[in-house]
């Protein structure tokens, strides 16, 4: 018996001197950034995903999850990373784009790529909750998922995740996000935002919020025409890797 | 902000196809262990020390902790070593090692280092009064504060990077997870190395004793070193802690590359 689910575990592909950070979303696990990872580790990269505290598991071990649990996991991964990089570029799917953002604003990176990357809580009905949410969980402590989002057929049949939402997870991910809005003011860096126009949950227009709050000169949105949320599953996972790909070259071979 | 305290950040040293994996103890963080995984490093292997859930950051993290939460950390390190070694050591100190030895019934490694690990919780009559509230105790009085100090290098205790308090919800933990350990020992079978201070006051070094014989290890040793406390990977003595652990990997490892 293990702790964690099969499939579920966290990987790190050794390449080379530059390293790639890859963080995976709410309920999901390191599994849904693997292809994204055998990419970049083919282009020469070394990748680290570590698996963010409480996901893999069991769906439980969420309702004493907060929000500082899965940015400490983030920084695990960064300074696990280090251990074998000289240069690393953060890169995240949703909730794990939202953690990109975070630990650009304040741990020394290259750049940062966050793929369907939230502004804000998506369902309205659970930002309204969210003053009442700690103790709703108390008694509702999680809901069923309906689906993965994933339009791929294929990417479906793989994914890991949790197959239902932790009542208490929808209060931390606001906090998250709140944390985030708050950082994204100082991150001055190189940030290429990648997002679905099918997307039906975080929609265009939470690129273009992040887009705005960013300092830096260097940043863009690539948005891709097909798939939905989960990009490094999705159909046009190629294109946010070869892009993603590209990204890091660019930020990484520039002085400094 | 930053969650991760400086000094208590995990580790990870690639190098050579055997990996070491190290695991520090409760209330602790890697920095335990750092100064071993260096030393492993020079000598060519492939080191990574885990940051266990909740430890390094705040100490009221900790009463969200279950101990399986702990051996997760431990597996996740684990994980990540996997696809660069071929071989695998599993080394702990305190209850760290009390989660390499139940690693080792899961992921069966080519060693297994214990390095002042308890095998029960050493008798405290004041836990034992308070073993019954202490869940809804833990809600007003979440810590309580550790006694004095008894390193026997002081610059050891400047260095280290730890929580200044038990969490008392946590101690809790402790009981499952060493019983856990206690029904794994005799379930591994693989060289098995102890080492423990006459001089711990926290854990005695019978504790030693009785891990060694219930061990299903054929291979089993067990050192004592004399002028240290607990924490022996940190204290006076830790080169000689350092030497005795590279001296059994370099050991198990040579009989297993030069067997192949």
């Given at each position: 018996?293990t702790q964690i689910?099969?499939?579920?575990?966290?990987f790190?592909l050794?390449?080379g001197?530059?390293?790639?950070?890859?963080?995976?979303g709410f309920t999901?696990?390191?599994?849904?950034?693997?292809?994204m990872?055998e990419?970049?580790?083919?282009r020469?990269?070394?990748?680290l995903?570590p698996?963010?505290f409480?996901?893999?598991?069991?769906?439980?071990?969420?309702?004493r999850?907060r929000?500082?649990?899965?940015?400490a996991?983030?920084?695990?991964?960064y300074?696990l990373?280090k251990g074998?990089?000289?240069k690393i570029v953060?890169?995240?799917?949703?909730?794990?784009g939202?953690l990109?953002l975070?630990l650009?604003?304040?741990?020394?990176?290259?750049g940062v790529i966050?793929?369907a990357a939230?502004?804000?809580?998506?369902d309205p009905?659970?930002r309204?909750l969210?003053?009442?949410?700690?103790?709703?969980s108390l008694f509702?402590?999680s809901r069923?998922?309906?689906s993965s989002?994933?339009l791929?057929?294929?990417a479906?049949?793989?994914?890991?995740d949790?197959?239902?939402?932790?009542?208490?997870?929808?209060y931390?991910?606001?906090?998250?996000l709140?944390e985030?809005?708050?950082n994204l003011?100082?991150?001055?860096?190189p940030?290429?935002l990648?997002?679905?126009?099918?997307d039906?949950a975080?929609?265009?227009?939470?690129?273009r919020?992040?887009f705005?709050?960013?300092?830096?000169s260097?940043k863009?949105?690539l948005?891709?025409?097909?798939?939905?949320?989960?990009i490094?599953?999705?159909?046009a996972?190629?294109t946010?890797f070869?892009?993603?790909?590209?990204?890091?070259q660019?930020?990484?071979?520039?002085?400094g | 902000?930053?969650?991760?305290?400086?000094?208590?950040?995990?580790?990870?040293?690639?190098?050579?196809?055997?990996?070491?994996?190290?695991?520090?103890?409760?209330?602790a963080?890697?920095?335990?262990?750092?100064?071993?995984?260096?030393?492993?490093?020079?000598?060519?292997?492939?080191v990574?020390g885990?940051r266990m859930?909740a430890h390094?950051?705040?100490?009221?993290?900790m009463?969200r902790?279950?101990?399986?939460?702990w051996?997760?950390?431990?597996?996740?390190?684990?994980?990540?070593?996997?696809n660069?070694?071929?071989?695998f050591?599993?080394?702990?100190?305190s209850?760290?090692?009390?989660?390499?030895?139940?690693?080792?019934?899961?992921?069966?490694?080519a060693?297994?280092v214990m390095?002042?690990?308890?095998?029960?919780?050493?008798p405290?009559?004041?836990?034992?009064?308070?073993?019954?509230?202490?869940?809804?105790?833990?809600y007003?009085l979440?810590?309580?504060?550790?006694?004095?100090?008894?390193?026997h290098?002081?610059?050891a205790?400047?260095e280290?990077?730890a929580?200044?308090?038990?969490p008392?919800?946590a101690?809790l933990?402790?009981?499952p997870?060493?019983?856990?350990?206690r029904?794994a020992l005799?379930?591994?079978?693989?060289p098995a190395?102890?080492?423990?201070?006459?001089n711990?006051?926290?854990?005695?070094?019978?504790?030693?004793?009785?891990?060694?014989?219930?061990?299903?290890s054929s291979?089993?040793?067990m050192t004592?070193?004399e002028?240290?406390?607990?924490?022996?990977?940190?204290?006076?003595e830790?080169?000689v802690?350092?030497?005795?652990?590279?001296g059994?990997?370099q050991?198990?490892?040579?009989?297993i590359?030069?067997?192949v």
């Amino acid at each position: 018996m293990t702790q964690i689910m099969k499939g579920g575990q966290p990987f790190f592909l050794p390449a080379g001197s530059t390293g790639c950070l890859l963080l995976h979303g709410f309920t999901g696990t390191p599994n849904e950034m693997h292809w994204m990872g055998e990419y970049l580790s083919g282009r020469g990269y070394t990748v680290l995903a570590p698996r963010i505290f409480a996901h893999g598991t069991q769906l439980s071990d969420m309702f004493r999850a907060r929000w500082k649990d899965w940015v400490a996991s983030a920084e695990d991964g960064y300074h696990l990373l280090k251990g074998s990089c000289e240069k690393i570029v953060i890169a995240g799917l949703s909730m794990g784009g939202t953690l990109s953002l975070i630990l650009s604003s304040y741990l020394p990176v290259s750049g940062v790529i966050a793929m369907a990357a939230p502004y804000e809580m998506h369902d309205p009905t659970v930002r309204r909750l969210r003053p009442i949410l700690p103790l709703l969980s108390l008694f509702y402590r999680s809901r069923a998922k309906e689906s993965s989002g994933i339009l791929d057929p294929m990417a479906k049949q793989v994914h890991v995740d949790y197959d239902g939402y932790p009542v208490r997870g929808g209060y931390e991910l606001q906090e998250l996000l709140e944390e985030m809005r708050s950082n994204l003011p100082q991150l001055n860096k190189p940030v290429l935002l990648i997002n679905s126009k099918l997307d039906e949950a975080v929609t265009p227009e939470h690129a273009r919020a992040i887009f705005e709050s960013l300092p830096s000169s260097d940043k863009q949105i690539l948005m891709l025409e097909e798939g939905g949320h989960n990009i490094p599953r999705d159909l046009a996972r190629q294109t946010a890797f070869q892009a993603a790909g590209d990204f890091i070259q660019r930020v990484t071979s520039e002085a400094g | 902000m930053r969650q991760i305290q400086s000094g208590a950040e995990p580790f990870f040293y690639p190098g050579g196809e055997t990996g070491c994996l190290l695991a520090h103890g409760f209330t602790a963080s890697p920095q335990e262990v750092h100064r071993l995984g260096e030393h492993l490093a020079q000598q060519g292997y492939t080191v990574l020390g885990v940051r266990m859930f909740a430890h390094g950051t705040k100490h009221e993290d900790m009463n969200r902790a279950r101990w399986t939460d702990w051996l997760t950390s431990v597996e996740d390190g684990y994980h990540l070593l996997a696809n660069h070694c071929k071989r695998f050591f599993f080394i702990g100190s305190s209850v760290g090692g009390s989660l390499s030895l139940i690693l080792a019934t899961r992921f069966p490694p080519a060693g297994v280092v214990m390095l002042a690990t308890p095998i029960r919780l050493p008798p405290d009559p004041r836990l034992e009064r308070l073993k019954p509230i202490l869940k809804p105790l833990s809600y007003l009085l979440p810590a309580i504060p550790k006694g004095p100090p008894t390193w026997h290098d002081p610059q050891a205790q400047v260095e280290r990077v730890a929580y200044t308090a038990y969490p008392l919800r946590a101690i809790l933990e402790l009981e499952p997870l060493l019983a856990a350990m206690r029904s794994a020992l005799p379930k591994v079978r693989v060289p098995a190395f102890l080492m423990h201070s006459k001089n711990d006051r926290f854990i005695p070094s019978e504790h030693m004793q009785q891990i060694y014989e219930r061990l299903g290890s054929s291979d089993k040793h067990m050192t004592l070193v004399e002028d240290s406390s607990h924490v022996i990977t940190c204290d006076a003595e830790r080169e000689v802690v350092f030497q005795n652990v590279t001296g059994f990997i370099q050991r198990i490892d040579t009989s297993i590359t030069e067997g192949v």
